[in-house]
Nanobody, 124 residues
Framework: QVQLVESGGGLVQAGGSLRLSCAAN????????MGWFRQAPGKEREFVGA????????GLADSVKGRFTISKDNAKNTVYLQMNSLKPEDTAVYYC?????????????????WGQGTQVTVSS
């Protein structure tokens, strides 16, 4: 089992940047494929990005391509979500997720472990 703790959220103006971190403890972090999801008020949780165990391959939702990047540092047991050119519609609670199973990409139901989330608020 792995425990996930997100950090780095906050309030930022439109056009600004934030970097979210998700720290993991427990079992070997390099065993896990990781994902980032978000949930805005009144909306369902949606996929943001994912990264493979090694960190060598990533995927991003169309809505964030060109603005967000995802990376994984197995030496630090941490996955990052760098968010640039933020828009008010990026406002949400951001969650990281993990699975030891095959790379699930944006398939939320295939992630086994979830963090508590961190709030990101983008003002216009």
């Amino acid at each position: 089992q792995v425990q996930l703790v997100e950090s780095g959220g906050g309030l930022v103006q439109a056009g600004g940047s934030l970097r979210l971190s998700c720290a993991a403890n427990g079992r070997t972090f390099s065993n896990y494929n990781m994902g980032w999801f978000r949930q805005a008020p009144g909306k369902e949780r949606e996929f943001v990005g994912a990264v493979t165990r090694s960190g060598g391959s990533t995927g991003l939702a169309d809505s964030v391509k060109g603005r967000f990047t995802i990376s994984k540092d197995n030496a630090k047991n941490t996955v990052y979500l760098q968010m640039n050119s933020l828009k008010p519609e990026d406002t949400a609670v951001y969650y990281c997720a993990a699975t030891e199973r095959y790379y699930p990409g944006g398939l939320e139901g295939l992630y086994d472990y979830w963090g508590q989330g961190t709030q990101v608020t983008v003002s216009s």
